[in-house]
């Protein structure tokens, strides 16, 4: 790869000297430079003089590793990797050995800041905290009055899975405040497409195996995943079981450090891993790979579909329907009204659930009603992609198709990594469903060596903490609190804000509160996203430092950093373990806990009767439940040891015995078409029932766009950031000091680019302008740039003005990678 060190401003003395960069002072308007004297941070120090803290960190790159947090003088001097209970889940990157950088960082909000200039131009002014706090009480106090409580809007990001001040949305105590304010609740629409497709499948159950698992499967398969840069955890263990033998196939349009790492890399197209997965489909059903036994006992390819598309069900075969288990939200019990299937051996069509041997092909007329098999439909379905055409679309050959459908039947154990490679497109859905199949119908899932999915943990913290008691607090007389309003995504705020509506009901939305996030910067179509914060007539925003979105806000008020406070670690990691973050040192100037801020604002909204709880209590709260104490998951014992595990002693195994569908099997059909938001598109159902797969829409190489835009444009993510976070940090900086894309070199040589030439990017949505790398790992037509920076990064325009905000049909998802653009030599 032709991609220089100079080319990124990179040389190791410069890197070294980040240190003393730490303290130019280089402050924004309203932001105040560093207090503390330089000499105190002195990274070569000796551990020895340093007093010790548990510590976590934390940001969505899914690693949540547990540092040793070194303070001297009440001033954090630096961190380093601490011992897990597990040793091989010991491990730190750059970004958790530079949170110096980050909490002493000149762009470190100190103080409650209003804003007295236009939005966006960073001019602020200094307020005290009741100035900050009355203000905000006032108006949204106001809002209220005129338009009751979801006239305000909370926006939670990623920025810190930690469960008191964090970004756990349904187990953290924000969604405490969200529930007490009885406000408006707006998520970030991202990483949807494949669990939105896979439960298509599953119907949503978990079946990823424990890390430590890999070294039991006889081939890995990362099937879009770039783990040496975003889930640096997870490659230690794809590489260590490959020391042990076991083979790695990585399915990747890039020749990047993952790829590298690959026994055989397949070279895919971008946005085709669908068409793949059918074509591997088709030669397992060619050559009898998966068995008749499987199809009837493990899936639902005996149902029976009518002519309308829905299934045939027993009420309409004189089958009175019955009640069901309630539904958690209504209360009502459910209809049981069995889809059916045809039993061979008795002639008729019977309850799904009451033969072993349903007919898969073959169905006679039933009262006169035609009937197709899902086995039938899917079959039909595959038919369309024998490996010839398989391989024509994704610009490999049938040998490949071929070699990946004989893996699957017969080099298994395998397990199989999926995270957003093929999600960030607007087809991501329609790929991840057989993606999935491909595994589960071959019997990949479910025991050691054998899973899909993404690694991170998570499910006992969303199933099992009891947030019933921690997010939805009573008041002194037992009355419950308001509980959150509704969910807006992303792409209906502006809509909403129009029109007053959200769903056909009226909702006038005044005021936003932006908690853990930066969303200016990540979410697709820079001017949508500034068009609706200058909507909306009052913005809030709590962060660390001054993002752009910050500078968007009327008021920001300033978070203390995770080491300033005590926490606990949560929701999602890619190891099994809660970690216990102790208070460290003070919050920095006049910065505050989260935590304290939304107890805060519930005082001054006339609501503190319901955040009449410690940082202790509350997660005592939550960790109240069976499973928690099952695992010996306690709060005593998180101070005292720092780090529990989440599951019982072993590798933790997924089961695939039950899934979550309407007939606990795998699914290859289903006749409700759910849609993930509101819009007034119309949804065509026809092909959402069954398997169905199309090009993304501006990505996609057959796409009339792409004569406009030839390029595919790839939004990587960054070893030194996590998403916008360590972006002001001076330690990395001096590493990656600007954004840059990435070009062929033939690509380039075409356009007459050289290695750092300024070059444009742009499409119908918006232009950016950077420099340019040479790196022929990247395949002809793709260039590729990491999307972690800020407005005042760019030489000129944004990066977020190329992603359209468009969502599919049906899946709320945004689709950073479905992106195409022209580039000129500037
Ligand atoms: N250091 C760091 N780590 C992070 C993050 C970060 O910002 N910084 N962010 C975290 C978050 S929230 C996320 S969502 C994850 C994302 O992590 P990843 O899943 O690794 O996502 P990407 O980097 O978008 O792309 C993954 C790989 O998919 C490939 N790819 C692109 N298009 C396709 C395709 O159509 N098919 C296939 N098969 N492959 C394709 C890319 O070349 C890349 O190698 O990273 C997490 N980890
Ligand atoms: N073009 C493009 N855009 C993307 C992506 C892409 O691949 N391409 N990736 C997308 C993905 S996968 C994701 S998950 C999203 C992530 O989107 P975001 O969650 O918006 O991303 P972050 O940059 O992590 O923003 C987190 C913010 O929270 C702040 N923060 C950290 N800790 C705390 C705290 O304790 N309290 C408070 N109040 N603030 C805190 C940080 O300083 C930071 O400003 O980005 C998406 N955006
Ligand atoms: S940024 Fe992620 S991988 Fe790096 S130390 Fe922090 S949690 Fe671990
Ligand atoms: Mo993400």
Redesign the pocket.
């Given at each position: 790869m032709a991609e220089t060190a100079q080319a990124r401003g990179f040389s190791r003395r410069s890197f070294i000297k980040g240190a003393a960069a730490l303290t130019a002072a280089g402050a924004l308007a309203g932001c105040t430079p560093k207090t503390n004297d330089k000499d105190k941070v002195d990274p070569e120090a000796p551990v020895s003089s340093d007093e010790l803290f548990s510590g976590t960190c934390r940001?969505?790159c899914g690693g949540g590793c547990f540092l040793n947090v070194h303070v001297r003088d009440g001033q954090v001097v630096r961190t380093s990797a601490r011992d897990m209970p597990d040793p091989q889940y010991n491990r730190i990157c750059t970004k958790g050995l530079t949170h110096v950088g980050r909490m002493y960082g000149a762009n470190r909000v100190l103080y409650p800041m209003k804003r007295v200039g236009a939005r966006g131009s960073g001019d602020f002014e200094r307020i005290s905290w009741d100035e900050a706090l009355d203000t905000i009480a006032e108006k949204w106090k106001g809002y209220t009055e005129q338009y009751g409580p979801t006239a305000i809007m909370f926006f939670l990001?990623?920025?810190?899975y930690?469960a008191l001040?964090?970004?756990c949305n349904s187990v953290g105590a924000y969604q405490r405040v969200v529930n007490v304010m009885g406000c408006s609740y707006c998520s970030?629409d991202?990483?949807a497409a494949v669990g939105f497709g896979s439960s298509r499948a599953t119907g949503g159950i978990d079946l990823a195996n424990e890390l430590t698992d890999r070294k039991n499967a006889k081939t890995q398969i990362i099937w879009g995943n770039n783990p040496t840069i975003s889930l640096m955890h997870t490659m230690h263990f794809f590489l260590e079981a490959k020391e042990n033998g076991t083979r790695l196939v990585v399915i990747d349009p890039v020749y990047n450090a993952s790829a590298s790492k690959a026994d055989w890399w397949v070279p895919i197209k971008a946005g085709t891993d669908g068409a793949l997965a059918l074509g591997v489909l088709n030669v397992l059903l060619e050559n009898g790979w998966i068995d008749d036994e499987t199809l009837r006992a493990k899936t639902n390819c005996g149902l029976l579909i009518k002519e309308d598309g829905t299934f045939l069900r027993m009420s309409e075969l004189g089958v009175e329907p019955t009640e069901g288990d309630p539904d958690p939200l209504t209360g009502k019990p459910a209809v049981v009204d069995p889809p059916a299937v045809w039993d061979e051996a008795a002639g008729k069509a019977v309850a799904f659930s009451e033969t072993a041997a349903p007919a898969l092909t073959g169905v006679p007329d039933i009262n006169g009603v035609k009937v197709q098999t899902v086995y039938e439909n899917a079959k039909g379905y595959i038919a369309q992609y024998p490996p010839a055409v398989a391989a024509a679309v994704c610009g490999l050959t049938e040998d490949h198709v071929r070699e990946l459908a004989r893996i699957y039947h017969e080099d298994g154990p395998v397990t199989t990594e999926i995270m957003?490679g093929m999600n960030?497109y607007r087809n991501g859905h329609y790929s991840a469903w057989p993606v999935y199949l491909v595994s589960l119908l071959t019997g990949n899932a479910g025991k050691p060596g054998a899973a899909i999915g993404q690694s991170e943990e998570y499910l006992p913290q969303m199933l099992y903490s009891n947030s019933a008691a921690a997010c939805s607090p009573k008041d002194s007389s037992g009355k419950p609190c308001r509980g959150q309003a509704n969910l807006i995504h992303t792409v209906q705020i502006a809509d909403v804000l129009e029109t007053g509506k959200l769903l056909g009901e009226d909702l006038t939305i005044k005021s936003a509160y932006i908690?853990?996030?930066?969303?200016v910067?990540?979410?697709?179509d820079h001017d949508y996203t500034t068009g609706w914060f200058d909507k909306l007539e009052f913005v809030v925003v709590?962060?660390?430092?001054m993002?752009e979105?910050c500078k968007h806000a009327d008021i920001v008020?300033p978070?203390?950093?995770?080491f300033e406070q005590v926490d606990l670690g949560f929701l999602f990691s890619t190891h099994p373990y809660l970690l216990w973050q102790d208070k460290c040192v003070e919050p920095l100037g006049e910065s505050k806990p989260?935590f304290q801020i939304f107890g805060l604002l519930c005082e001054k909204m006339g609501l503190g009767e319901f955040w009449n709880i410690t940082e202790e209590e509350y997660l005592e709260t939550l960790l109240d439940s069976e499973y928690w104490k099952s695992v010996g998951c306690t709060v005593e014992k998180l101070k005292s040891e720092k780090a529990t595990r989440i599951y019982p002693e072993g590798d933790k195994i997924a089961s695939a015995e039950v899934f979550g569908t309407e007939t606990g099997r795998i699914s290859l059909y289903q006749d409700t078409v759910k849609r993930a938001y509101v819009s007034s598109k119309e949804v065509d159902e026809s092909i959402e029932r069954g398997l169905h797969w199309e090009t993304p829409t501006f990505a996609g190489e057959d796409r009339a766009y792409r004569e406009t835009y030839p390029f595919h444009l790839l939004?990587?993510?960054m070893r030194t950031h996590?998403?916008?976070?360590w972006w002001d940090c001076e330690y990395v900086k001096e590493y990656e000091p600007e954004p840059i894309v990435r070009l062929n070199p033939d690509d380039a040589a075409e356009l007459g680019i050289v290695e750092g030439d300024v070059v444009k990017l742009s499409n119908d949505q918006g232009f950016v302008v950077m420099k340019a790398a040479i790196n022929a790992g990247l395949p002809r037509r793709m260039v590729s740039s990491a999307?972690?920076w800020q407005i005042g990064d760019f030489i000129d325009g944004h990066?977020?003005s190329?992603?359209s905000r468009e969502y599919n049909q049906v899946c709320a998802n945004?689709a950073?990678?479905d992106v195409a653009v022209a580039i000129e030599k500037m």
């Amino acid at each position: 790869m032709a991609e220089t060190a100079q080319a990124r401003g990179f040389s190791r003395r410069s890197f070294i000297k980040g240190a003393a960069a730490l303290t130019a002072a280089g402050a924004l308007a309203g932001c105040t430079p560093k207090t503390n004297d330089k000499d105190k941070v002195d990274p070569e120090a000796p551990v020895s003089s340093d007093e010790l803290f548990s510590g976590t960190c934390r940001g969505n790159c899914g690693g949540g590793c547990f540092l040793n947090v070194h303070v001297r003088d009440g001033q954090v001097v630096r961190t380093s990797a601490r011992d897990m209970p597990d040793p091989q889940y010991n491990r730190i990157c750059t970004k958790g050995l530079t949170h110096v950088g980050r909490m002493y960082g000149a762009n470190r909000v100190l103080y409650p800041m209003k804003r007295v200039g236009a939005r966006g131009s960073g001019d602020f002014e200094r307020i005290s905290w009741d100035e900050a706090l009355d203000t905000i009480a006032e108006k949204w106090k106001g809002y209220t009055e005129q338009y009751g409580p979801t006239a305000i809007m909370f926006f939670l990001g990623s920025g810190n899975y930690a469960a008191l001040s964090g970004s756990c949305n349904s187990v953290g105590a924000y969604q405490r405040v969200v529930n007490v304010m009885g406000c408006s609740y707006c998520s970030l629409d991202v990483d949807a497409a494949v669990g939105f497709g896979s439960s298509r499948a599953t119907g949503g159950i978990d079946l990823a195996n424990e890390l430590t698992d890999r070294k039991n499967a006889k081939t890995q398969i990362i099937w879009g995943n770039n783990p040496t840069i975003s889930l640096m955890h997870t490659m230690h263990f794809f590489l260590e079981a490959k020391e042990n033998g076991t083979r790695l196939v990585v399915i990747d349009p890039v020749y990047n450090a993952s790829a590298s790492k690959a026994d055989w890399w397949v070279p895919i197209k971008a946005g085709t891993d669908g068409a793949l997965a059918l074509g591997v489909l088709n030669v397992l059903l060619e050559n009898g790979w998966i068995d008749d036994e499987t199809l009837r006992a493990k899936t639902n390819c005996g149902l029976l579909i009518k002519e309308d598309g829905t299934f045939l069900r027993m009420s309409e075969l004189g089958v009175e329907p019955t009640e069901g288990d309630p539904d958690p939200l209504t209360g009502k019990p459910a209809v049981v009204d069995p889809p059916a299937v045809w039993d061979e051996a008795a002639g008729k069509a019977v309850a799904f659930s009451e033969t072993a041997a349903p007919a898969l092909t073959g169905v006679p007329d039933i009262n006169g009603v035609k009937v197709q098999t899902v086995y039938e439909n899917a079959k039909g379905y595959i038919a369309q992609y024998p490996p010839a055409v398989a391989a024509a679309v994704c610009g490999l050959t049938e040998d490949h198709v071929r070699e990946l459908a004989r893996i699957y039947h017969e080099d298994g154990p395998v397990t199989t990594e999926i995270m957003m490679g093929m999600n960030h497109y607007r087809n991501g859905h329609y790929s991840a469903w057989p993606v999935y199949l491909v595994s589960l119908l071959t019997g990949n899932a479910g025991k050691p060596g054998a899973a899909i999915g993404q690694s991170e943990e998570y499910l006992p913290q969303m199933l099992y903490s009891n947030s019933a008691a921690a997010c939805s607090p009573k008041d002194s007389s037992g009355k419950p609190c308001r509980g959150q309003a509704n969910l807006i995504h992303t792409v209906q705020i502006a809509d909403v804000l129009e029109t007053g509506k959200l769903l056909g009901e009226d909702l006038t939305i005044k005021s936003a509160y932006i908690h853990c996030s930066n969303p200016v910067v990540t979410m697709c179509d820079h001017d949508y996203t500034t068009g609706w914060f200058d909507k909306l007539e009052f913005v809030v925003v709590a962060d660390l430092c001054m993002t752009e979105t910050c500078k968007h806000a009327d008021i920001v008020l300033p978070s203390a950093h995770w080491f300033e406070q005590v926490d606990l670690g949560f929701l999602f990691s890619t190891h099994p373990y809660l970690l216990w973050q102790d208070k460290c040192v003070e919050p920095l100037g006049e910065s505050k806990p989260d935590f304290q801020i939304f107890g805060l604002l519930c005082e001054k909204m006339g609501l503190g009767e319901f955040w009449n709880i410690t940082e202790e209590e509350y997660l005592e709260t939550l960790l109240d439940s069976e499973y928690w104490k099952s695992v010996g998951c306690t709060v005593e014992k998180l101070k005292s040891e720092k780090a529990t595990r989440i599951y019982p002693e072993g590798d933790k195994i997924a089961s695939a015995e039950v899934f979550g569908t309407e007939t606990g099997r795998i699914s290859l059909y289903q006749d409700t078409v759910k849609r993930a938001y509101v819009s007034s598109k119309e949804v065509d159902e026809s092909i959402e029932r069954g398997l169905h797969w199309e090009t993304p829409t501006f990505a996609g190489e057959d796409r009339a766009y792409r004569e406009t835009y030839p390029f595919h444009l790839l939004s990587e993510h960054m070893r030194t950031h996590t998403h916008t976070q360590w972006w002001d940090c001076e330690y990395v900086k001096e590493y990656e000091p600007e954004p840059i894309v990435r070009l062929n070199p033939d690509d380039a040589a075409e356009l007459g680019i050289v290695e750092g030439d300024v070059v444009k990017l742009s499409n119908d949505q918006g232009f950016v302008v950077m420099k340019a790398a040479i790196n022929a790992g990247l395949p002809r037509r793709m260039v590729s740039s990491a999307r972690s920076w800020q407005i005042g990064d760019f030489i000129d325009g944004h990066y977020a003005s190329l992603p359209s905000r468009e969502y599919n049909q049906v899946c709320a998802n945004q689709a950073f990678n479905d992106v195409a653009v022209a580039i000129e030599k500037m």
